[in-house]
């Protein structure tokens, strides 16, 4: 059974800086495509940050030169660190690990 559990959410100013982590637990991060996503109130869930198998990466224009997803094999987990925050990036963010499977989410709040 695949689990994944999101933490480093919280409060920040903007300008500041947050890391999210992902753990997973039942699939190897390492062969598996990882995602984070987010949604904001009233908004739909959109695509932040990819990572493939391989550790080709991609990012939502809004989020390039700021977000970096990067993946440890041996904690089996993926992080999201988020730099320059902006209070239009105020969202929950999930973890999503092969399209199927999705973390709990973990709310991110930037105030102005």
């Known amino acids: 059974q695949v689990r994944l559990v999101e933490s480093g959410g919280g409060l920040v100013q903007a300008g500041g800086s947050l890391r999210l982590s992902c753990a997973a637990s039942g699939s190897a991060v390492s062969i598996n495509a990882m995602a984070w996503y987010r949604q904001a109130p009233g908004k739909q869930r959109e695509l932040v940050a990819h990572?493939?198998?391989?550790?080709?990466?991609n990012y939502a224009d809004s989020v390039k030169g700021r977000f970096t997803i990067q993946r440890d094999n041996a904690k089996n987990t993926v992080y999201l660190q988020m730099n320059s925050l902006k209070p239009e990036d105020t969202a929950v963010y999930y973890c999503?690990?092969?399209?199927?499977?999705w973390g709990q989410g973990t709310q991110v709040t930037v105030s102005s």
């Open positions: 990572i493939t198998s391989g550790s080709s990466t």
């Open positions: 999503n690990l092969g399209i199927l499977y």
